[in-house]
C-alpha cells in the first residue's frame, strides 16, 4: 500500500485547510488511518485517527475541536479538514494506514505504512 497525502500550502492564522491521502495498491477500507505531524527540530505527533468504518476518531488535545478526520472507503481516501489555524500547526503532516488494527490508535508504532507528507505553514 502507497500513501499520497495531498492539499498542503501556506495559509493564514484562522483560515482552513483540507487535506487528503489517497491510497494505492491495495484497499484500505479495513484499516485504520491516521494523521500525524512533525514540526522542525521537533518529533513526529499524532493529530488524529479514525477506525476502519469511520465510527470512531480521536484527536490530540491540541486539534480537538478544530479538526476532524474522515474516510471515503470507496475512494480508498483520508481526509483531514483543519479550521482555526494557528502558527503552532504549521508541520509537515503525514498520513499512516495500519492493517494490524481497524481501531484509532494514537500510537506511532501501531501504523505500518505511512505518505510522504504535506508542508502546512501557518503565518501569523
Known amino acids: 500500500v502507497q500513501l499520497q497525502a495531498s492539499g498542503g500550502g501556506l495559509v493564514q492564522a484562522g483560515g482552513s485547510l483540507r487535506l487528503s491521502c489517497a491510497a494505492s495498491g491495495g484497499t484500505v477500507s479495513r484499516y485504520a488511518m491516521a494523521w500525524f505531524r512533525q514540526a522542525p527540530g521537533k518529533e513526529r505527533e499524532f493529530v488524529g485517527a479514525?477506525?476502519?468504518?469511520?465510527?470512531?476518531?480521536n484527536y490530540a488535545d491540541s486539534v480537538k475541536g478544530r479538526f476532524t478526520i474522515s474516510r471515503d472507503n470507496a475512494k480508498n481516501m483520508v481526509f483531514l479538514q483543519m479550521s482555526s489555524l494557528k502558527p503552532e500547526d504549521t508541520a509537515v503532516y503525514y498520513c499512516a494506514a495500519s492493517y494490524r488494527t481497524g481501531r484509532s490508535s494514537n500510537a506511532k508504532s501501531s501504523y505500518d505504512y505511512w505518505g510522504q507528507g504535506t508542508l502546512v505553514t501557518v503565518s501569523s
Open positions: 479514525i477506525s476502519w468504518s469511520g465510527g470512531s476518531t
